[in-house]
C-alpha cells in the first residue's frame, strides 16, 4: 500500500526522502513522488514505475530542508504520473495514505465554488478541501482541525504549505503513520523502516490527531487543538533488520529465520510449564464460541486454528474472510469471542471486522505482529506474534509464529477440557523445546525441495489437496506459490476432486498431496491413486513412512503431535514455492499488483 514520508531538518531533504520510500518499498507501489520547498517555492516532481524512475528526475544536492515522498498503490484513477503523490491545490501539496470515502460529495462541492481537478484521485480532492478551509481559517491547524471534522474514511496525510515553508503537519484516521525525532530534525513516515536509518525513535499518531513538526520541535493535538502528551517509543531492532543479512530475498532470510521467531514467540507465552499457559490463557475459560476473522494467509492460520480449538478444545469455530465478515450478519454472543489474526494490523477489512465486533459489544482479541499497530491498540486483548519486521510481502515468519499462538491456544484449551490428558501433555511439551531444532532441520533439506521446484516450474497449473487440517495447510501452500510465481493454483479438499475438479488432472499435471492426519491418511492415499490413476505428476508430504510406489516425488517431514505438525509442513511448501518463482524469474519480494500491508478495502 501507499507509503509517506516526510522530513523538516538542518539537512538536505531529498536523500532522506528518497532513502525512506526505498525502504517502504516492500508496502507495494506504483508510482512514486516528492514535493519540497527551496528558495520559497514549493516543487513536485513525480513518475510512474519504480523509484528508480524518480530518482532520475532529482538533484540530490539541491538546497532543500523540508520535503514530502510517497509511493503510490492505486485506488481512485489508474497508474501514471498525474495521480501519483504529491498533489497541490493552491497553496498546499500533500500526500495521502488511505480513501476519502465523502471524495465525491466534497469534489462537486468543489467545482461549484470554482476548484477544478487534474487527477483523478481523492488525494487531490482533499488537498482542495484543505485550501478551501484555510482561506476562510487563515490558520493552518485550525483547518487542519476542521478537516478532520468533515473527511470521512481513512487517511495518513502529510501536508506542507507555502505560507509556512518550515512546518510540516501530518493528521491521520485509521491509516497508519509515525511521527520521529532525530537530532539533525524530524520526521512522519507510514511506518518505521523509513526512519531506522536516521533515529529509532518515534511517536505514534492516533486517530483524529494532529501533528505539527518543526527541525527542533514536534507537538500533538486532539482533534479540538488541545495540546496532547505523547510517549515516545524506542524500536529495538537494528537496521540489520531491514537488510536481507547475504539472503539473495527477503522472503528466504524470513523462512530461514523460522525457528528463531517460534522460539521467540513460544518463549513470550510458555515457560514448559502449564502454570504460564494458565497464566496467558485463562482469560479463554469465558467462551462457548470463538469467531476467526482475517484475511489471506493469516485467514490460514484461522482454519489451522479452528481445526485445533474444535478437536482439542471442544469449542466450536467459525473462520471468515474479514471482507466477508464485515457485511454479513452475525450471530455472535456475549459467549463469543471474536479473534482477529494480523501480520501487519493494519487491514482494512480485517479492523473493520473488529471494529463490527466492537460496536456490537462482543469481546475481541488481535493476535498480530506490529506493535501499536491499530488492530492492536482497538482489540480487548493483543498476544502479540514475535516475528520481528517482515519484509517480503509473502509472509512466511509471521504465518508461522500466528501457528504457534494457535498451538499453545489448543494446548491451554485441551488441558482445560480433557481432551489432552497429562501424559499427552508433557509429551508436546518435550516436543516444543524440540522444535526449532526440527523446523531448522526441515529448512536445511531445501535442496530436495528446491529440485523437486525444478522440475514443475514450468507447468501452468499446479493443485493441492488434503484433508481436515491438511487442507488448511494446502489453502496457505497454494496461495504462496501463485502469489509469487504467477501459475495458477488451487488447493482442494482431496475428498472433493471427484465432484468436478479432477476433470482437469491429465498427464504429468503436478498434484501436491499433503497427508499427515493419520486418521485421514488412507482416505488421502485413495485421492492419490485416483489422480495418479489420470496421470498426474504426485508430489507426496507426509509424516508417514511410505512403502509402496504411491507417487513420484516424496517429502518427509518429522512425525510430531498434531497440534504442532502443520508448523512445520509448511515449511518445505514455501520453500518449493519460493524456487519455483525463481527459476520464473519472478519479483519474488514485491510480487506484482501486491501490496504487504493492505490498508484500503
Ligand atoms: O497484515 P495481514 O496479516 O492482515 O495481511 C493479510 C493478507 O493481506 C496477507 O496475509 C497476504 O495474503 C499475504 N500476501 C500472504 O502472503
Known amino acids: 500500500m501507499c507509503g509517506i514520508i516526510g522530513y523538516v531538518g538542518r539537512e538536505l531533504c531529498i536523500p532522506k526522502i528518497i532513502h525512506g520510500l526505498q525502504s517502504l518499498e516492500y508496502r507495494g507501489y506504483d508510482s512514486a513522488g516528492i514535493a519540497y520547498i527551496s528558495k520559497g517555492k514549493i516543487k513536485t516532481i513525480k513518475e510512474k514505475g519504480k523509484i528508480i524512475n524518480l530518482e532520475k528526475l532529482l538533484n540530490f544536492d539541491e538546497e532543500a530542508y523540508l520535503g514530502i515522498g510517497h509511493t503510490r498503490w492505486a485506488t481512485h484513477g489508474v497508474a501514471n504520473k498525474i495521480n ?13 495514505n488511505g480513501i476519502i470515502e465523502n471524495y465525491n460529495e466534497l469534489k462537486e462541492e468543489l467545482i461549484n465554488k470554482g476548484y477544478n481537478f487534474k487527477s483523478e484521485t481523492d488525494t487531490e480532492i482533499a488537498c482542495a478541501k484543505i485550501d478551501e478551509i484555510y482561506k476562510q481559517e487563515k490558520d493552518i491547524l485550525k483547518t487542519l482541525s476542521k478537516a478532520t471534522k468533515v473527511f470521512r474514511g481513512s487517511y495518513a496525510l502529510g501536508i506542507i504549505c507555502i505560507d509556512e515553508p518550515n512546518s510540516l503537519y501530518a493528521i491521520r484516521n485509521t491509516s497508519p503513520l509515525i511521527v520521529a525525532k532525530s537530532n539533525e530534525g524530524n520526521f512522519i513516515a507510514s511506518d518505521v523502516p523509513a526512519i531506522l536509518k536516521f533515529t529509532n525513535k518515534y511517536f505514534l499518531l492516533d486517530d483524529l490527531e494532529i501533528a505539527k513538526i518543526t527541525m527542533d520541535k514536534v507537538t500533538f493535538y486532539n482533534q479540538d ?84 480449538i474444535e478437536n482439542y478444545g471442544n469449542i466450536p469455530v467459525n473462520v471468515e474472510v474479514a471482507s466477508e465478515y464485515r457485511y454479513k450478519k452475525c450471530f455472535y454472543d456475549k459467549d463469543t469471542l ?140 497454494s496461495l504462496k506459490l501463485k502469489e509469487i510465481s504467477y501459475i495458477n493454483s488451487v488447493a482442494y479438499q482431496a475428498g472433493e476432486l471427484k465432484h468436478g475438479t479432477i ?99
Open 338 to 477: 471474536v479473534i482477529v489474526v494480523s501480520q501487519s494490523g493494519e487491514t482494512a477489512d480485517t479492523l473493520a471486522a473488529l471494529k463490527k465486533a466492537k460496536n456490537d459489544k462482543i469481546d475481541t482479541l488481535a493476535i498480530v505482529n506490529v506493535i501499536g499497530s491499530s488492530i492492536a491498540r482497538i482489540a480487548d486483548k493483543v498476544i502479540y506474534i514475535k516475528a520481528g519486521c517482515e519484509i517480503a510481502v509473502a509472509t512466511t515468519k509471521a504465518y508461522l509464529a500466528q501457528l504457534a499462538i494457535f498451538s499453545l491456544i489448543s494446548i491451554y484449551l485441551g488441558y482445560k477440557s480433557k481432551e489432552i490428558k497429562d501424559e499427552e501433555l508433557y509429551k508436546i511439551f518435550k516436543e516444543i523445546k524440540q522444535m526449532p531444532k526440527l523446523i531448522k532441520n526441515t529448512i536445511n533439506n531445501y535442496e530436495s525441495y528446491f529440485a523437486i521446484a525444478d522440475k514443475i516450474y514450468k507447468n501452468k497449473q499446479i493443485f493441492f489437496i488434503g484433508r481436515g487440517i491438511d487442507y488448511a495447510t494446502s489453502l496457505e501452500a
Open 84 to 96: 501519483a503523490h504529491p498533489h497541490s491545490v493552491g497553496k498546499f501539496t500533500i500526500v495521502h
Open 225 to 308: 487543538l488541545i495540546p496532547i502528551d505523547k510517549n515516545i517509543n524506542t524500536f529495538e531492532g537494528s537496521v540489520e533488520v531491514a537488510l536481507k543479512n547475504g539472503y539473495e530475498h527477503f522472503m528466504l532470510k524470513e523462512i530461514n529465520e523460522q525457528d528463531k521467531v517460534f522460539k521467540d514467540t513460544i518463549n513470550y507465552y510458555f515457560d514448559g510449564t502449564i502454570d504460564s499457559l494458565k497464566k496467558n490463557f485463562k482469560f479463554l475459560d469465558k467462551y462457548k464460541k470463538i469467531d476467526i476473522v482475517a484475511c489471506g494467509s493469516a485467514y490460514h492460520t484461522g482454519c489451522v486454528g479452528k481445526y485445533l
Open 503 to 601: 476433470s482437469l488432472i491429465e498427464k504429468n499435471t503436478p498434484v501436491i498431496a499433503i497427508a499427515t492426519d493419520k486418521n485421514l491418511f488412507e482416505k488421502t492415499i485413495s485421492n492419490i491413486k485416483e489422480v495418479k490413476a489420470r496421470g498426474a505428476y504426485v508430489i507426496l508430504i507426509s509424516n508417514e513412512v511410505i512403502k509402496e510406489q504411491l507417487c513420484d516425488e516424496f517429502i518427509k517431514i518429522d512425525d510430531v503431535h498434531p497440534i504442532l505438525e502443520s508448523i512445520l509442513t509448511i515449511i518445505p511448501l514455501q520453500l518449493l514455492a519460493y524456487k519455483v518463482a525463481k527459476n520464473n524469474k519472478c519479483d519474488i519480494d514485491k510480487p506484482r499488483n501486491l501490496a504487504k500491508s493492505v490498508t484500503v478495502e
